[in-house]
């Protein structure tokens, strides 16, 4: 076996020379890893880890241990699967953050890879690997590069055959007998609405367990061993998505556990027992219950003040056989992701399987929750890390998504400015998911600028907090980028300057030039080009550029097939012709973000100069 060596990057540089920043450089080398797999036994993890500088795939011990390195590639690897029965896993890599993912074998004692489904240009998503690690089952655009359809690859003969055609699918998983594979498929009629279907791999034919009539959700079955059939999470016939039961025999499903927050379950391998998580104002509690009944039996000590790695889970924490062991990928924070093992059992604190890199115990601050009623008195939420100064100037930090949720996490940048005297603001305005179906739909098409309004709201409640309102920048990432980019546009008084990382400058040209199996779905939540243009006119910041007056900075990935790199040069372009102040950073080597930490290390020490400058701070 090849042993993991941890590779500590150089201390960031200006074209001067002189060191930027020692602290953000340190918290920025610090490593996150996040499991991708565990073994059908449940005595080892795949995990993906980036002490190389990008996300590898390394084997842990269940228990802790060790890394052991498998893959040393240029390019960070997405997803990993172990296959049952084999030396192998199969992996998912792009190139240069494309998102045309290519899958290949490797051995689990390390070597080259080995293609497994490599067509150039063609996004191959990683699904599921089944439990007699026959059958591969993955999405592809590979039809026609607009329809996401599944495929499976049957390993005995190397034969991929298509076993679901049209719209946009994600696989979840097999049965365990491996002989339904379970997709969730976004219908494209709302900007959340997801069927959920069987793929009987026997007959070919397909079961709807859940057809969406309206906006909102089914989210992936967890399988009884016996394949009888399973637990899943939806909000059909309601607002928040509670815990169904699916029988195979009847075709059938009903609610087994009502609950107060958007809510998910993992069962363990024997099916005894079930694993309840939510995140409660975007922070993640985790409860056992009985697996048959649903009974709660306690709830489980976690990390105060964290999320576990994305709602839903990714993968699903683990319940082992007996249901004494929970796996999952947690951050908080002080923390950066981290596999832990939570006792299940006497509901010990959470244990790290790895060594955790600590930052600076005086650079920490816990955020505080505030709600504020918004302009037409929606509850809206934020978090605040307040350092402790008085009257610092502040930050907005806008999440992306847009159906997605900013909650408390290890995040270099944020603990860096609240160190430098920056309050961090961290709202989840109208649109975010985590507080049901109606409050994630306020968005939508023409609600779109209502959010951006929130923004307002947020910052009109600052004063108060002890916040100096008259020097507040905001920020964000891809949906965030264009939150920031409409917050300039539209109440340009009120910000002192703004970053954009992958933003979306222009509604219409973003819709035009975005990848083609991108465009459908995306129309549904922004609005479509043939009927709704006037709106995506008017709502664009690139319509209301002459309106724009803070510093701005732009970061982009060249091979950004979601939101192209064009969206940002375009306001580039416009904003330096009519003299102001305008940044442009492209990495040629990323896409839709900095997946890459010397590409962040370089991006990250001129984000805090911009913002210190222009903050005055």
Known sequence: ???????????????????????????????????????????????????????????????????IQVTFLDEPV???????????????????????????????????????????????????????GRLIAFSSTRRNGIDIDVYVLDLADGSIRSVLEGGWNRVECFSPDGRWLAVVRLDGSFAISDDLLLVDLETDGVRTVVERTGAGTAVAPTWYPDSSGFLFSTDSGRDVASIARYDLATSSWRYVLDTAWDSEASLSTDGRSALVFHAENAITRLQLHDGDTLAHLRDLQLPETGTGFGLPLIPRPYLSSIASTALLTYTTTATPLTPLRVDTADSLPAVPLLPIDQVVASALVTPELHKIASFDGEQITYFLYKPPVDNPPAVVVVHGGPEARFAPRYDPFIIRLVAGGIAVVAPNVRGSAGWGRRFVSL???????????????????????????????????????YMTLAALAFYPDLWAAGIATVGIS?????????????RRFREVEYGFLDSDRDFLVEASPMTHVDQIRAPLMLIHGANDPRVPVGEARQLHASLRARGIASELLIYEDEGHGLAKRANRLDAAPRMLAFLRKNLHA
């Open 78 to 132: 997405s997803a990993a699967r172990y296959i049952p029965g084999t030396n192998d896993m199969v992996v998912a890599v792009d190139r240069g953050g494309n998102e045309n993912y290519q899958l290949w074998l490797v051995d689990l004692q390390g070597g080259e890879p080995r293609p497994l489904v490599v067509e150039e240009n063609i996004k191959h998503d990683l699904g599921d690997v089944s439990r007699d």
């Open 443 to 481: 968005d939508d098409r023409r609600l779109r600028l209502n959010s951006v309004r929130d923004l307002t709201e947020v910052h009109a409640s600052l004063a108060e907090r002890g916040v100096d309102a008259t020097r507040v920048a905001v920020i964000g990432g891809s949906y965030g980028g």
């Open 506 to 518: 222009s509604l219409v040209t973003f819709l035009e030039n975005t990848s083609p199996y991108r």
């Open 1 to 67: 076996m090849i042993a993991a060596t941890r590779h500590r990057q150089p201390a960031v540089r200006c074209e001067d020379g002189n060191v930027v920043d020692e602290l953000l450089t340190r918290l920025l080398g610090a490593r996150s890893s996040a499991i991708a797999d565990v073994a059908p036994d449940g005595t080892e993890l795949l995990v993906r880890c980036d002490d190389t500088g990008s996300m590898q795939v390394y084997r842990l011990p269940a228990q802790g241990g060790d890394l």
